[in-house]
């Protein structure tokens, strides 16, 4: 029973702890096109932030709630 897989290095800061504090990541919501993740502070155990993330889609992309990436009608020709 591994628990580290849900613990991500980052910290957050926690208003309860007052101060920046390492995170637990948790899965809150599936939905079809993406999860959303909760960040539970790792001392105090409180929610301290969300994060929608789209599936197949790295972490750390800053256009998270953007439009999905489709296929581009109009297609570049090739010179
Ligand atoms: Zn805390």
């Given at each position: 029973?591994?628990?580290?897989?849900?613990?991500?290095?980052?910290?957050?800061?926690?208003?309860?702890?007052?101060?920046?504090?390492?995170?637990?990541?948790?899965?809150?919501?599936v939905?079809?096109?993406?999860?959303?993740?909760?960040?539970?502070?790792?001392?105090?155990?409180?929610?301290?932030?969300?994060?929608?993330?789209?599936?197949?889609?790295?972490?750390?992309?800053?256009?998270?709630?953007?439009?999905?990436?489709?296929?581009?009608?109009?297609q570049?020709?090739?010179?």
């Amino acid at each position: 029973m591994d628990q580290f897989e849900n613990l991500e290095a980052v910290s957050i800061y926690c208003p309860k702890c007052r101060q920046a504090m390492p995170v637990r990541k948790r899965l809150l919501l599936v939905l079809l096109d993406k999860e959303i993740y909760e960040y539970l502070c790792a001392r105090c155990g409180s929610s301290i932030a969300k994060k929608d993330q789209p599936f197949g889609r790295p972490s750390t992309d800053p256009t998270v709630g953007g439009l999905p990436r489709g296929p581009n009608p109009g297609q570049r020709r090739l010179r």
